[in-house]
T-cell receptor
Framework: DAKTTQPPSMDCAEGRAANLPCNHS???????VYWYRQIHSQGPQYIIH???NNETNEMASLIITEDRKSSTLILPHATLRDTAVYYC???????????FGQGTRLTINP | DVKVTQSSRYLVKRTGEKVFLECVQD?????MFWYRQDPGLGLRLIYF???????EKGDIPEGYSVSREKKERFSLILESASTNQTSMYLC???????????FGPGTRLLVL
């Protein structure tokens, strides 16, 4: 079972920042937070991951709360191509499989 | 960029046929994975491999086998396809540990 809770759907206007929340209140100390997205009929695409510090790359920023019980993925300037299902996953270093929940269906509106 | 390719995007097979799905990665990753994705069930791990000729069962290995003869290639075999194996099959590869897995485009298999 997925260890994360995400809203089923969100909308965002094109050009605005999209902030996708994720709750992982039972996360343990050695578990990392990963974000993937899946555009319709394609394979999941890795976005970013982190342990406790905020992370940023060319795609997005990841903000993890100090208690690590929740996080937010930020797409700073959303485009129509960012419309996808976004998955927040927690995984410990030694685990092999990724456990995907239902994710958040993000729709970017023109 | 990491590239994971899968042999087919769409495949139609008949019940009882032997089906081969191939996955190739070009990043020298040790670990490779096969998942299937079904509506309402998310992604489920079928098999994974952490080295050439090594394999481990995932959560739903029944009806499947795998082969890893070369580091870059991981094959999923449906010995005798059945209609309940109609699904989207996703291959992934990674270096293990905390490093991410990278997915291929998927193969949508229809078994008639």
């Amino acid at each position: 079972d997925a260890k994360t809770t995400q809203p089923p759907s969100m909308d965002c206007a094109e050009g605005r920042a999209a902030n996708l929340p994720c709750n992982h209140s039972t996360i343990s100390g050695n578990e990392y937070v990963y974000w993937y997205r899946q555009i319709h009929s394609q394979g999941p695409q890795y976005i970013i991951h982190g342990l406790k510090n905020n992370e940023t790359n060319e795609m997005a920023s990841l903000i993890i709360t100090e208690d690590r019980k929740s996080s937010t993925l930020i797409l700073p300037h959303a485009t129509l191509r960012d419309t996808a299902v976004y998955y927040c996953i927690v995984k410990e270093e030694g685990a092999q499989k990724l456990v995907f929940g239902q994710g958040t269906r993000l729709t970017i509106n023109p | 960029d990491v590239k994971v390719t899968q042999s087919s995007r769409y495949l139609v097979k008949r019940t009882g046929e032997k089906v081969f799905l191939e996955c190739v990665q070009d990043m020298d990753h040790e670990n490779m994975f096969w998942y299937r994705q079904d509506p309402g069930l998310g992604l489920r791990l079928i098999y994974f491999s952490y080295d050439v000729k090594m394999k481990e069962k995932g959560d739903i290995p029944e009806g499947y086998s795998v082969s890893r003869e070369k580091k870059e290639r991981f094959s999923l075999i449906l010995e005798s396809a059945s209609t309940n194996q109609t699904s989207m099959y996703l291959c992934a590869s990674g270096l293990g540990g905390i490093r991410p897995q990278y997915f291929g485009p998927g193969t949508r298999l229809l078994v008639l």
